[in-house]
């Protein structure tokens, strides 16, 4: 495959969010499925993990050959050397590009000066990034937040500016302040002003839930990052993708339509991470996806509980059936 390059990357970008806990292989290959052309990130990975060899940080950074191209990892810390050894160590199992995590939120994240404590020490960062785009040929991108407690415009433009020339190829912004976690709405003015600042491509982020949302918010951006968005409903990836690109793209409209990707899902969590370990993990995204109508509860309270896949197929089963009985009252 040829060498990721954020500036040639076909525009308006769109990409799936790093979600611990979410974009797994298994969710990144539902979502590539449904549409190939987006660039999903792995889950968000220690780089001290990653250093002393912790065996659940790097199957966060797995991938295989049904994900397609590229690979982007994100990796998230507080000290350069292990940024460096971490950045050698992905290039090396063949990831596609790098990304550092200036924007986790999390309290316990932050009290580690991980994330986006890192605006409240912009010499760290910037000697982060300074040596992780010296550590590999890989490029390197940055995710982070207009702020920690307050946007101060004299502060973020420079700051994201001193990145560009250190060497990141690309910024994505989260609309929002660590203060604010994902209360609120998010403000994308501030992400519109540092595009105008920088040549690199610029991605914003932050409450795209709809063709409409996207359509509003790209406006001089190169692209948008969809996260929690996607809960219930990875089908939103490719309809913003082909409003953003003029193609026209109908979703699934049907529980039965959408039911062969759902078990899809379920058989590549087991397959990936063992019967045990991917019903649990299943949980979450069965019961996002059961819902809006007369008895979710009840099928959703089984679906938190489900032990095995077949317990997961016919969870599924009986939803699609509870739905299509509703439709023929």
């Known amino acids: 495959m040829p060498s990721f390059s954020w500036s040639t990357s076909?525009?308006?970008?769109?990409?799936?969010?790093?979600?611990?806990?979410?974009?797994d292989?298994?969710?990144r290959q539902l979502v590539k499925t449904i549409e190939p052309n987006v660039l999903c990130f792995t889950e968000f990975t220690s780089v001290d993990a990653l250093k002393y060899g912790n065996k659940k940080a790097q199957q966060r950074v797995e991938f295989r050959k049904e994900?397609?191209?590229p690979i982007m990892a994100q990796i998230f810390g507080s000290k350069a050397s292990h940024f460096v050894e971490a950045a050698q160590f992905l290039e090396q199992k063949g990831v596609d590009a790098i990304d550092i995590n200036m924007g986790c939120p999390a309290k316990n994240i932050m009290s580690s000066d991980c994330g986006s404590a890192l605006l409240n020490d912009p010499e760290l960062a910037f000697d982060i990034v300074r040596e992780t785009v010296k550590a590999t040929s890989l490029e390197v991108s940055v995710k982070t937040r207009i702020g920690t407690k307050n946007y101060d415009p004299d502060f973020f433009i420079p700051f994201c500016k001193s990145l560009e020339s250190l060497g990141a190829k690309a910024l994505t912004i989260h609309g929002r302040?660590?203060?604010e976690m994902y209360t609120?709405?998010?403000?994308?003015?501030?992400?519109?002003?540092?595009?105008?600042?920088?040549?690199i491509p610029v991605l914003g982020n932050g409450d795209i839930r709809s063709i409409e949302d996207a359509e509003r918010k790209i406006k001089n951006l190169d692209g948008v990052m969809i996260g929690r968005g996607t809960f219930g409903n990875p089908w939103l990836m490719a309809e913003v993708y082909g409003a953003l690109h003029g193609k026209n793209y109908t979703p699934p409209q049907s529980f039965a339509e959408k039911l062969p990707l759902y078990r899809m899902h379920c058989e590549l969590m087991v397959e990936v991470k063992g019967e045990r370990q991917g019903c649990l993990q299943m949980r979450k995204h069965l019961a996002s996806l059961i819902k809006g109508f007369p008895g979710a509860s009840l099928l959703r309270d089984r679906a938190v509980r489900v032990e095995s896949l077949q317990e997961a197929f016919d969870v599924l089963e009986e939803t699609k059936e509870v739905i299509e009985s509703q439709r023929m009252i």
Do not use: N, Q
């Open 177 to 179: 302040t660590a203060r």
């Open 10 to 23: 076909p525009k308006p970008i769109v990409a799936l969010a790093p979600m611990a806990g979410y974009t």
């Open 184 to 199: 609120g709405e998010s403000d994308w003015e501030p992400i519109y002003k540092v595009k105008e600042a920088l040549s």
């Open 25 to 27: 292989s298994p969710y």
């Open 67 to 69: 994900e397609g191209w």
